[in-house]
């Protein structure tokens, strides 16, 4: 398997003044021409309080045939943060200031992985000629006993002496922690948290406030979908989305958890290219 370039980081100056970070790769220096449609650019958009760094692994594996870009969503790894409160519908308006910032064509393909999957479909449904395909890395299709019992778990923790949100936040981390994880990812995860600073939260509620929308969304966007479903906390979740489906489908990994990004790249995206590139 073919790899791009390594990947790179750099800033991108968005329409209202504030600025994104982000990473990207590009293809191999002989097989750089985007062809037609079926080599589109591809947005990775990270789940929350994470950064682009959950795909800086990947990005170079997908980078085969076409551009990859991941950015900071606002507040997250060095982004600037949004002037409202945060919101999936806000920070889907963002990205697409990003993509024009860049002049990236389109349509382009969308990657999603939990609070990224929220934004990549109501980016969708915001500019719908302007994406081709979207993988969601687990669909957030809570119950509404999931959804309240997230939204008790995800309280922001105030600060303290003790250290008590930081102690929460890296058992936590550990929690959940992947298959063949090791404690150097589990913290660079950690650190992530704590550069959203008291922002840390935030993309989680916009996430249980969007969570109604986004069903109606992948009930009702026409771009073919698919849903990767990973043995992570939203593994039983994630199953409950078939019932929304119009034009996707889902399928299961339980060999994949958090860190699997990191771990199994060229496995990834592998199994990412065979959809984005077929018919």
């Known amino acids: 398997?073919?790899?791009?370039?390594?990947?790179?980081?750099?800033?991108?100056?968005?329409s209202d003044g504030r600025q994104a970070h982000y990473r990207w790769s590009t293809a191999p220096s002989g097989n750089r021409e985007l062809r037609g449609g079926d080599h589109r650019?591809?947005?990775?958009?990270?789940?929350?309080?994470?950064?682009?760094?959950?795909?800086?692994?990947?990005?170079?594996?997908?980078?085969?045939?076409?551009?990859?870009?991941?950015?900071?969503?606002?507040?997250?790894?060095?982004s600037d943060p949004l002037a409202e409160p945060a919101s999936i519908e806000g920070y889907a308006h963002w990205l697409w200031m990003f993509i024009?910032?860049?002049?990236?064509?389109?349509?382009?393909?969308?990657?999603?992985?939990?609070?990224?999957?929220m934004v990549a479909v109501a980016a969708a449904r915001q500019?719908?000629?302007?994406?081709?395909?979207?993988?969601?890395?687990?669909?957030?299709?809570?119950s509404s006993a999931e959804l309240a019992g997230m939204r008790e778990y995800f309280q922001p923790i105030p600060l303290?002496?003790?250290?008590?949100?930081?102690?929460?936040?890296w058992q936590r981390v550990l929690h959940?922690?992947?298959?063949?994880?090791?404690?150097?990812?589990?913290?660079?995860?950690?650190?992530?948290?704590?550069?959203?600073?008291?922002?840390?939260?935030?993309?989680?509620?916009?996430?249980?406030d969007h969570a109604a929308q986004y069903l109606r969304d992948i009930a009702a966007i026409p771009h073919p979908l698919r849903v990767m479903?990973?043995?992570?906390?939203?593994?039983?979740?994630?199953?409950?989305?078939?019932?929304?489906?119009?034009?996707?489908?889902?399928?299961d990994y339980p060999q994949w958890g958090n860190g699997f990004l990191e771990l199994h790249p060229e496995a990834v995206a592998r199994e990412i290219l065979a959809f984005l590139d077929s018919p």
Do not use: W
């Not at 390594?6 to 968005?14: I, N, Q, V």
């Not at 950064?51 to 790894?77: I, K």
């Not at 500019?127 to 809570?142: E, W």
């Open 100 to 117: 024009d910032a860049l002049a990236l064509p389109q349509p382009l393909d969308l990657v999603g992985y939990h609070t990224g999957s």
């Open 176 to 208: 959940h922690a992947g298959p063949d994880m090791n404690l150097e990812m589990a913290a660079a995860s950690f650190g992530d948290n704590l550069n959203a600073g008291e922002d840390y939260e935030e993309g989680h509620r916009a996430a249980f």
């Open 41 to 78: 650019p591809v947005i990775c958009l990270h789940m929350v309080p994470k950064s682009s760094r959950s795909f800086a692994q990947l990005l170079p594996a997908l980078a085969q045939d076409r551009p990859v870009f991941a950015p900071d969503l606002p507040s997250h790894g060095a």
């Open 160 to 169: 303290d002496e003790g250290g008590t949100r930081f102690t929460v936040m």
């Open 229 to 251: 479903n990973i043995a992570d906390d939203l593994f039983e979740t994630t199953r409950q989305i078939d019932a929304h489906l119009n034009n996707g489908e889902r399928r």
């Open 127 to 142: 500019r719908p000629q302007s994406v081709g395909k979207i993988i969601n890395i687990s669909a957030p299709a809570f």
């Open 1 to 14: 398997m073919s790899r791009g370039s390594p990947t790179r980081k750099a800033y991108a100056e968005l």
